[in-house]
């Protein structure tokens, strides 16, 4: 933490030091032409920055210190690889996750899930719990949709991932999906981040809808803090002004998380641009970009989906898409998971 | 709904036109010279205009109808008025709520409580638990901090207001607290809308860090359905790329609320511009755009604050701040609410 | 300037603080537990912080000094005036800019200008070179709509202002106009801000569409360092996510920028807003703020409007809200400026 | 355009058609239970949905035509290609533009050249009016930048760009250079857009900061208007609330472009992302998005780079990047252009 205090009186630069002293933390006064400088190391998590930009004489407080620890690539070296069944997540192989947007009945998801098995999708990912803007849209089929999933995912042998939204729910989650996945309008849920981390289960977590690279990553630091570190990041597009896609689709976020985190990181590129016709171009840019895997939005039908229908692939779609990155990731230096279908 | 289909053949028009016919919708083809347009009315809730944007021949679903109902002006021609104790938001009259951010004892709170007062104002904030970026900050006294708002209420007799996070604890709050806030962070955590509506108390409900006026009003719409209307809404700055404030205080959506809305609509100034420096003049401003009353953070030593130090008014700049406001109210046709101090 | 170097070596720093001796900076280099840091002060033109970022062993350069000189508080701390016939930007009083978005013709801007005056205006606007987002639209009446302003404020007494946007037309204005508006998308035509500056007259500076408030006071230190401080700032929305509203008229950039510069600042609703319905409450809302005056669209007849018909108000919008502004300012202890009408 | 007047008179409703009469647009009014719309088609340069807007009894205006025609698909189906001397943007091939951000001297840029051509560079960039945030930053040689970009590219047999912020210094760089750019801050300036058309040359269209997709082809639409349809659309990164990049790159804008225009689309990653760190992952991503080309900044000595240093490859960073490049284009179904160096 650096203070600035340039036209502070001696008095005021006292108080200052007192203060970082009295909560333990080590500060060093630097006094130059026109300013005054405080460095001030120790336990970010006593030093609260805002009490001190408040004081007399105080101009500026600059936080120099990364706030997510356990999440650091400083505090871990070597890549974190988070396995769900067949799927590994960070390593060489980059596995792939489809489904539909909602779970609607057995018999979709189970042709979901046959056709994208088909293709080598790795997982099959489905909604049970729907997060909808409007309270008068179809909000999923809950406790049955998590039924469906669990035994679409045995039938098939797919490992399965389905979003959770409320605390409540997190063991019956965990009895029916192999990974819980945090939605973007919950990553500062911090009640749901505590405690889908005791689940001891893989985590999904997706970027907030305008959160920074930092906040996704302090919401990571919520789950590793809780003792679960098997957290896959998932970038699906930030809020912009731009009105022709859904959503931005951040890219540089992925070199820039596999710089600094050790954390495996995939790409939504689905719901990252709100349209099925930027879905293969942009999962090929994410894989480009270091992408770990990708998660696709795929319906047998996407005319009939209940949900988010127009960005959906159709199995035709998703198998072109397969086949287009299977050569891409070879020249990349990676190898695409490819399932064999049944 | 209106769906452009410009180039569509005549079968790609009747497949859509059928699909409308099921679903009960009345739909109209329009052919021009160069476009095929067809309108369709009814209920918004089965027409799903994402299923049509997938199917052959459609270029775009412009959906005209409005998405929010109980919400809307439409609804309900007059204002809404929303009373806490003392505090009536929505009509002439304009209530100040203030207090700390963080609940962090009994003194403090009732040192708070008491200035507040003093000062004129309605009704007593504090925060008990604290939704924080970092796990490592201070998350709030909870439970203890619930009775101490609770105590500290009676003992002034100042209704008072607290931020729930977690539907289990809903029962809890509706014990202690006279007003239930919703957070930024979870204005779309539906789970929570849909249940902290069958408390029966008065919602705060703060706007999203990236909200549109829209979703904002659909998180209403969530609270409506599920049987409460005794909302009052809070503006409190959006995320932008300014960075020179925290937040940018979008004082404009106050004006549109009130058109489009029957609900009342205040603003936070403390949070929408994240310094205490900008609090008085964001103050007034936000009532002269209209606003049904103001939530200020003011603390008694904000430079001990835990949380929000910066941005927190002290005593004395709150007693300015509603000296300025009684004058500024009469101004405008309206009566600033004072409070009569011990 | 401050250098960040936590795990350099001490070659590393020691190539740092040669390249600044170098240039003449004075610097000090302190050594913590975790970090090393280097803080330079010196002439900031001289010192550019990206040449470090890249240097071996350096984390980050913190800029901390003020860049605009000319244009801060420091560099002058009394207000400055600036004085348009009777129209005087940032003193107690108050003035009101008000005229159609384009000249149409003479009798639209005579009418026009006979109202604004009536209604107290101090000023006239009209657009002659109109920047428009289509090659299509129509684009001004050009040197004919400089004639026609340069007469209508001649024959009714009232100063006029009107959008340069061509560095080559700069003498034609400054031979018609009082005042030179630089429009939102020319705030960074450099070549523009240099030469505008020369013409000695008073320049109207908006704010670009995405602008930091940092930009905009360094595009006035680009018209100040070229030898004219007769600056006024204008606060016309920036864009964000929100498009319920044309722009977001950040309003507290108006107390920011009072607070850190010098220069006066006014609102320009209209444009900030989109929408003839909010310019009412955000006229009076960014007065509220501290505004040192106001830009509005008026037209006889908006509906008949060449451009920007929805934001313009009609005469009689017009003539309330100055009535609505006069007991205003008198409660913020300021003066709304009443022109007499003929 | 779509006009929706639902609940108008039969009087507003005919005032609007005789409206749109008077104008010679072709128009249908429908009559639904809750809904009367009018359709209007024709010379959008005539219509100016805004004047609608105002009228009584309108509620909306919606504007369903494409407002850019000669930049359209519909307009041309077969993609344009773009040809400077041995680069060829549009096609199969693609071409890759590389340079210092500023020309220094003759020496680095020549040095510049013969890395970026060893490399296999197709173009050589630089630039000579820089336009700088600060009036004391580096401004650029000028026209002696102009010359020695000549000369180095004679010498070294490299097509040229740079970029130009004067419509009055048009002509002296159709003599200096082989293609002329806009930037970013240009974007909409629209006296500079009409003008460089007249130049014959082709362009570099760089999208502005904050600029939609639809704003960035109306200016492509300014330029090809002027009679130039030689335009080369470069995606340079947007402004949004994330800070731990420059700029956020919207690589979705690319088959976006891609799809609604025939224009060719290519990238600049290096301002995209503000750190010469993320230029390799996000070229490659850019390509694998269906970019058409790539403008790289690369410098002799990054470090002492007088403009983007932090964001500037060095000799051997490009050099593997075309090495990657090379690998991934045919994987794309692609082939990157290769200069043979000296």
Redesign the interface.
């Given at each position: 933490m650096?203070i600035?205090m340039n036209a502070a009186t001696t008095e005021q630069v006292n108080r200052v030091l007192d203060k970082l002293r009295q909560l333990g933390l080590?500060s060093?006064l630097?006094t130059?032409?026109?300013?005054k400088?405080i460095?001030a190391?120790g336990d970010?998590?006593v030093c609260?920055p805002?009490?001190y930009?408040?004081?007399p004489g105080v101009d500026?407080v600059?936080l120099?210190e990364t706030?997510y620890k356990l999440a650091s690539r400083e505090f871990q070296r070597e890549d974190t690889i988070v396995t769900v069944g067949c799927a590994s997540f960070g390593g060489k192989t980059i596995p792939v996750i489809a489904g539909p947007c909602a779970i609607e009945s057995y018999d979709q998801l189970y042709q979901a899930g046959v056709t994208a098995k088909a293709a080598g999708a790795a997982m099959l990912r489905g909604g049970a719990y729907k997060?909808?803007?409007?309270?008068?849209?179809?909000q999923g089929l809950e406790k049955k949709g998590l039924e469906i999933i669990k035994a679409v995912g045995r039938e098939l042998e797919l490992p399965v991932v389905s979003e959770v939204?409320?605390?409540?729910s997190i063991d019956l989650f965990a009895e029916h999906v192999d990974m819980l996945q945090i939605g973007t309008?919950?990553m500062?849920?911090?009640?749901l981040l505590?405690e889908v981390a005791l689940s001891k289960k893989p985590i999904l977590l997706k970027r907030g809808?305008?959160a920074?690279?930092?906040?996704w990553l302090?919401a990571a630091?919520?789950i590793m803090?809780?003792g679960n570190n098997q957290i896959v990041l998932c970038e699906r597009g930030?809020?912009?002004?731009?009105?022709?896609?859904r959503n931005?689709?951040?890219?540089?976020?992925?070199?820039?998380i596999k710089?600094v985190s050790h954390l495996p990181v995939i790409a939504d590129p689905s719901h990252?641009?709100g349209s099925?016709?930027?879905v293969n171009?942009?999962s090929?840019?994410?894989?480009?970009?270091?992408a770990d895997g990708l998660l696709i939005e795929m319906h047998p039908n996407?005319?009939?989906?209940?949900?988010?229908?127009?960005q959906?692939l159709t199995p035709e779609n998703f198998s072109q898409l397969m086949t287009d990155l299977d050569?891409?990731t070879?020249?990349?230096g990676r190898l695409l998971y490819k399932n064999k279908g049944e």
């Amino acid at each position: 933490m650096i203070i600035l205090m340039n036209a502070a009186t001696t008095e005021q630069v006292n108080r200052v030091l007192d203060k970082l002293r009295q909560l333990g933390l080590d500060s060093h006064l630097i006094t130059g032409l026109h300013s005054k400088i405080i460095m001030a190391n120790g336990d970010l998590s006593v030093c609260n920055p805002a009490l001190y930009e408040r004081m007399p004489g105080v101009d500026k407080v600059l936080l120099v210190e990364t706030p997510y620890k356990l999440a650091s690539r400083e505090f871990q070296r070597e890549d974190t690889i988070v396995t769900v069944g067949c799927a590994s997540f960070g390593g060489k192989t980059i596995p792939v996750i489809a489904g539909p947007c909602a779970i609607e009945s057995y018999d979709q998801l189970y042709q979901a899930g046959v056709t994208a098995k088909a293709a080598g999708a790795a997982m099959l990912r489905g909604g049970a719990y729907k997060p909808r803007t409007s309270p008068y849209s179809f909000q999923g089929l809950e406790k049955k949709g998590l039924e469906i999933i669990k035994a679409v995912g045995r039938e098939l042998e797919l490992p399965v991932v389905s979003e959770v939204t409320d605390p409540r729910s997190i063991d019956l989650f965990a009895e029916h999906v192999d990974m819980l996945q945090i939605g973007t309008r919950n990553m500062q849920n911090f009640v749901l981040l505590k405690e889908v981390a005791l689940s001891k289960k893989p985590i999904l977590l997706k970027r907030g809808l305008a959160a920074t690279i930092e906040e996704w990553l302090m919401a990571a630091e919520y789950i590793m803090a809780s003792g679960n570190n098997q957290i896959v990041l998932c970038e699906r597009g930030i809020r912009t002004y731009e009105t022709f896609t859904r959503n931005t689709l951040d890219l540089t976020a992925i070199p820039v998380i596999k710089h600094v985190s050790h954390l495996p990181v995939i790409a939504d590129p689905s719901h990252g641009t709100g349209s099925w016709r930027w879905v293969n171009p942009m999962s090929k840019a994410a894989i480009a970009a270091g992408a770990d895997g990708l998660l696709i939005e795929m319906h047998p039908n996407p005319e009939e989906a209940l949900s988010d229908g127009p960005q959906s692939l159709t199995p035709e779609n998703f198998s072109q898409l397969m086949t287009d990155l299977d050569g891409l990731t070879g020249a990349l230096g990676r190898l695409l998971y490819k399932n064999k279908g049944e």
